[in-house]
């Protein structure tokens, strides 16, 4: 059965400090990945999704960036951290194929002091 | 383009109350499908049920149920008897079968008390 996970659940980081986050997929082939950010008592607001290694479409411009470098790896970064960029970050992947729903990580909670 | 809108920001409850979380979307695909994630306090979104266009039957699973209707484009939720482990953000999502981007709506806040 297909499994994602998304590390860490929680962090705290400065202002101006870099950022990785992390989600892996296991037992599926070519998903399609997606970055979400949530922010408190708001909904889900896409922020970059890939069809495949290093595919990349970005959403919203900001400071973030995201990366793809193995078929079920998809990571999401910063160079330097705004107050603006804590929130509830959301990985999820889904079936290459068309019409199909998300598989949701559980989550990493950001918050930038 | 596709469109959730879901106009119950917030909708509390008393256990054992059912309650009924609308969903209406727009899309000008005829090949679609509909979705139901919650999201309990831990965070993490679960799915609820995925429903193709051309199926319009009434689904029940336990105290749920949902209502689907093309002729009002709507996608309604309904929990009977609701519990307090219900309390949730629920959303709703559509995507045309040929793509791959759900569009979400904003989610509804069900807070069950006892």
């Known amino acids: 059965s297909q499994t994602i996970h998304q590390w860490p659940a929680t962090l705290v980081q400065p202002v101006g400090s870099p950022l990785s986050l992390e989600c892996t997929v296991e037992?599926?082939?070519?998903?399609?990945l997606y970055w979400y950010r949530q922010a408190a008592g708001r909904g889900l607001q896409l922020l970059f999704y890939?069809?495949?290694?290093?595919?990349i479409s970005s959403e919203v411009p900001q400071n973030l960036s995201a990366s793809r470098p193995q078929d079920r790896q998809f990571i999401l970064s910063s160079k330097k951290l705004l107050l603006s960029d804590s929130g509830f970050y959301l990985c999820?992947?889904?079936?290459?194929?068309?019409?199909?729903?998300?598989?949701f990580g559980s989550g990493t909670r950001l918050t930038v002091v | 383009a596709q469109k959730v809108t879901q106009a119950q920001t917030e909708i509390s409850v008393v256990e054992k109350e059912d309650v009924t979380l609308d969903c209406v979307y727009e899309t000008r695909d005829t090949t679609y499908y509909l979705f139901w994630y919650k999201q309990p306090p831990s965070g993490e979104l679960v799915f609820l049920i995925r429903?193709?266009?051309?199926?319009?039957q009434n689904e029940i699973s336990g105290r749920y149920s949902w209502n689907f209707q093309k002729s009002t484009s709507s996608f309604n939720f309904t929990i009977t008897a609701s519990q307090v482990v219900d309390s949730a953000v629920y959303f709703c999502?559509?995507?045309?079968?040929?793509?791959?981007?759900?569009?979400f709506g904003t989610g509804t806040r069900l807070q069950v008390t006892l």
């Open positions: 429903r193709n266009s051309f199926d319009e």
């Open positions: 890939s069809v495949g290694i290093g595919q």
């Open positions: 999820a992947w889904q079936a290459e194929r068309g019409g199909y729903g998300y598989t």
């Open positions: 999502a559509l995507v045309p079968g040929t793509a791959s981007k759900l569009t």
């Open positions: 037992g599926t082939s070519n998903p399609n």
